[in-house]
T-cell receptor
Framework: AQTVTQSQPEMSVQEAETVTLSCTYD???????LFWYKQPPSRQMILVIR??????QNATENRFSVNFQKAAKSFSLKISDSQLGDAAMYFC???????????FGTGTRLKVLA | DTEVTQTPKHLVMGMTNKKSLKCEQH?????MYWYKQKAKKPPELMFV???????INESVPSRFSPECPNSSLLNLHLHALQPEDSALYLC?????????????FGNGTRLTVT
């Protein structure tokens, strides 16, 4: 069975600085998809970024980028120029090809310090 | 703007009550999901509907009864709940057949069982 691990329960970053959230996963599959979701106190889970396992190029979305290391089964999220609005719970998620099941990590709470 | 709308936002019910949670989306997604989320935990999958048919039931107790009347609506009927069922209930939708399609979440219903 696939598992997703987020080893940092909580992280802090100064406003305008850069922070990296880690995520590792365990799978024997070769075709899968990885996602980072953000859940602010307002409760709604919002997609931050996604990565297809068959793509070697790391995904980027404005200030958000990933470091996808397929062999190491690592999928870290880098947030550049952190803003107060980035404060939230961040969940890493894994989805196999051919299934509706998304496997979520335990989450990392990010605090942004002014 | 939230493209997946959940009502009500908050619900308090007794253990003998019957209530329903509602979810609506107009993105043309044909997969719809119910998740349960406890505080500071990741979402736990409960049910998945694909093309209005129940595709996944994660061994959820029968006091939770899902219904998908059409491609835009998803209901969760609640009956004889227990206090431990108090949680945030999240509805989500996604495209079918496109495995990099992310989940689109609603704002959730905060349920308290007294």
């Amino acid at each position: 069975a696939q598992t997703v691990t987020q080893s940092q329960p909580e992280m802090s970053v100064q406003e305008a600085e850069t922070v990296t959230l880690s995520c590792t996963y365990d799978t024997s599959e070769s075709d899968y998809y990885l996602f980072w979701y953000k859940q602010p106190p307002s409760r709604q889970m919002i997609l931050v970024i996604r990565q297809e396992a068959y793509k070697q190029q790391n995904a980027t979305e404005n200030r958000f980028s990933v470091n996808f290391q397929k062999a190491a089964k690592s999928f870290s999220l880098k947030i550049s120029d952190s803003q107060l609005g980035d404060a939230a719970m961040y969940f890493c998620a894994y989805r196999s090809s051919g299934t509706y099941k998304y496997i979520f990590g335990t989450g990392t709470r990010l605090k942004v310090l002014a | 703007d939230t493209e997946v709308t959940q009502t009500p936002k908050h619900l308090v019910m007794g253990m003998t009550n019957k209530k329903s949670l509602k979810c609506e989306q107009h993105m043309g997604h044909r997969a719809m999901y119910w998740y349960k989320q406890k505080a500071k935990k990741p979402p736990e999958l409960m049910f998945v509907y694909s093309y209005e048919k129940l595709s996944i039931n994660e061994s959820v107790p029968s006091r939770f009864s899902p219904e998908c009347p059409n491609s835009s609506l998803l209901n969760l009927h609640l009956h004889a709940l227990q206090p431990e069922d108090s949680a945030l209930y999240l509805c989500a939708s996604s495209q079918v057949g496109s495995y990099n399609s992310p989940l689109h979440f609603g704002n959730g219903t905060r349920l308290t069982v007294t």
